[in-house]
């Protein structure tokens, strides 16, 4: 199940999250994305990262701005109406690319076992977030300023990189559910 919840932070917390991710001195991280799935349209691309939590690692607080999205995790918790635990939540930037024309990003899960993502999009965008069921599209989601994408998984989805703007952020979280 899909469900989008709009406007989820005020209006004011919201600029100001935008405002912290677009600052000169924010620390993005570069990572490679492979294709995973050979059966999508697909193509190798770089983003930009910034890990906030990853239960992965010993030391699991990533980032000196986990502080300021505790509070915020915490509320699309409770909107999801969720017992679940925080596995991971980054936030990732993605640039307008040339390749955006002829394919999306890999396809994928974020876990195997059973989970609960969200997706919250920090700025307006276009390069939708596709999901598939079957190896069938079901649905798309477009990147808009303070909308909330909460869906159970694993459900293989994928972003796109925009084509009209010039870069679409993210917080993509991913909570245990068992």
């Known amino acids: 199940m899909i469900r989008i919840f709009d ?11 935008l405002s ?3 600052r000169d ?8 994305e492979l294709i995973l799935f050979p059966d999508y349209q697909q193509y ?3 983003q930009l990262y910034h890990s906030l939590y990853d239960m992965n690692f010993d030391k699991k607080i990533r980032s000196i701005y986990y502080p300021t999205f505790v509070p915020i995790i915490q509320s699309f918790i409770s909107l999801s109406k969720t017992t679940a635990r925080l596995y991971r939540s980054k936030l990732n930037l993605l640039h307008n690319h040339y390749l955006s024309e002829k394919g999306s990003n890999p396809v994928h899960v974020d ?12 700025n307006d965008s276009d390069g939708d977030t596709v ?3 079957n190896d069938k599209e079901i649905q798309r989601v477009q990147p808009v300023k ?24 993210v917080m993509n979280t991913v909570l245990l559910t068992k």
């Open 44 to 46: 190798e691309h770089f």
């Open 25 to 32: 001195d924010f620390p993005w991280l570069l990572k490679k």
């Open 111 to 122: 876990l195997e076992i059973p989970h609960m993502s969200m997706i919250y999009y920090i």
């Open 7 to 17: 406007n989820v932070l005020n209006n004011s917390e919201s600029d100001k999250l």
């Open 146 to 169: 303070n909308r909330l994408v909460v869906f159970e998984g694993p459900l293989r989805h994928c972003s796109n990189h925009p084509k009209n703007h010039e870069h679409r952020l």
């Open 20 to 22: 912290l991710c677009v």
């Open 131 to 133: 999901f598939y069921e």
